[in-house]
């Protein structure tokens, strides 16, 4: 009876914990605008003109699913207002990648999701070492527990400095890092991972897991 009710406790202690950090992620105090396009929820800031945190649920069933080959364009992020918008143009020759916060390959099971996630509004300046070879080990990694556990929630957090680097005519913000944070509440399943964005980080996937309490927003 005392494990059962620990159980009990435990669990309500998860699902809190976990609704607490949706809530103060996708809240007005933390972002200037939240766009919701029915795949994705991305917590936008005018100041930084990119996102601050991007929310997702991933489907086992639908996880490689199609894989369709044929990638979308970027675009615009038409729910935003023109002038904290970023463009395509702000990342030529700015020694940075187009980086996904909702990567492509966990929505490429329909041509509607897919085009969800190439909203600019979704992409953030990552070193191109990071992008191509440590963050896309968490996104893979992702993929994986999904179908495992048959539904996760994915939340990306993109951690700024006081005073980012920018890149581009309209001023997009570099972060220092990315937060990636995975679970599934009625499993008990939870797994948090850091990355700097910066190059030489290690390739190892779980030479980036830390604990979930020094997330910060």
């Known amino acids: 009876m005392k494990f059962f009710n620990f159980l009990i406790v435990s669990t309500i202690f998860f699902v809190g914990c976990q609704q607490n950090i949706d809530n103060k992620v996708l809240s007005k105090d933390n972002c200037d605008q939240i766009v919701?396009?029915?795949?994705?929820?991305?917590?936008?800031?005018?100041?930084?003109?990119?996102?601050?945190?991007v929310v997702y649920n991933l489907d086992g069933d639908l996880v490689d699913a199609?894989?369709?080959?044929?990638?979308?364009?970027?675009?615009?992020?038409?729910?935003?207002?023109?002038?904290?918008?970023?463009?395509?143009?702000?990342?030529?020759?700015?020694?940075?990648?187009?980086?996904?916060?909702?990567?492509?390959?966990?929505?490429?099971?329909?041509?509607?999701?897919?085009?969800?996630?190439?909203?600019?509004?979704?992409i953030v300046p990552q070193i191109p070492d990071v992008n191509q070879h440590t963050w896309v080990k968490a996104e893979e990694h992702a993929r994986k527990?999904?179908?495992i556990y048959g539904k996760i929630e994915v939340i990306n957090i993109i951690k700024y400095g006081l005073n980012p680097?920018?890149?581009?005519?309209?001023?997009?913000?570099?972060?220092?890092?990315?937060?990636?944070?995975?679970?599934?509440?009625?499993?008990?399943?939870?797994?948090?991972?850091?990355?700097?964005n910066e190059n030489n980080t290690s390739r190892s996937l779980y030479s980036h897991l830390i604990d979930c309490n020094l997330v910060t927003y």
């Open 145 to 147: 527990e999904a179908k």
């Open 66 to 122: 199609v894989n369709i080959k044929k990638r979308d364009r970027f675009y615009e992020e038409p729910q935003i207002p023109a002038k904290y918008r970023a463009t395509y143009a702000d990342y030529i020759d700015s020694g940075y990648d187009r980086g996904h916060m909702a990567p492509d390959a966990a929505f490429d099971y329909s041509q509607e999701s897919l085009h969800a996630v190439y909203t600019l509004a979704n």
């Open 36 to 53: 919701d396009n029915h795949y994705i929820k991305i917590c936008y800031s005018y100041k930084y003109k990119a996102a601050k945190a």
């Open 165 to 196: 680097p920018r890149i581009g005519k309209d001023g997009i913000a570099v972060a220092e890092g990315f937060y990636k944070i995975m679970s599934n509440k009625d499993e008990g399943y939870k797994e948090c991972f850091y990355y700097k």
